[in-house]
């Protein structure tokens, strides 16, 4: 099974704010790569600088959604499933910066990890700090990347333990 574990980060209430994406590749149980790249939102104010610690001046010169999706979808393009740590969240950046974009969002299904963590080990609460603590994954928590990659080692950890993961898909 192919899954594209994703976590973004944004700028501000807007689902097309993404100012950072991470992503890490599990291919069969196995993490075989990882991206992240910072996002130009659409707009200048960036209201989650205390939660993610990015401020405009530092995704000002970066490429926009739009200009990095090519890179994203071929990242991502691959994947049987996306998985998202509140995968209603993810999926609804995905949607909002593709459709500010111009562009189909991906057609792949999300599994989310915080219905798998509640199905395999019956956490609460279910926070990705949370989790990440009860598997003893490291986790540097609201940068892209390490929430991606967490997500990827929830998913492995889930499907090591035995459990269906396809029981964790949005619907």
Partial sequence: MNIVAIDFETADNGRDSACAIGM??????????QQSYLIRPPRREVRYTYIHGLRWADVADEPTFAERWPDIQTFIGEADYLAAHNASFDRGVMNGCCDAAG???????????VKLARQTWNIRPTKLPDVC????????HHDAASDALACAKIVINAQEDGSEVVHAVLG
């Fill in 24 to 33: 890490a590749r599990v291919v069969d149980g196995t993490i075989v790569d």
């Fill in 103 to 113: 562009t189909a969002p991906p057609t792949q299904r999300w599994l989310c990890t």
């Fill in 133 to 140: 603590r009860h598997l003893v994954i490291p986790l540097n």
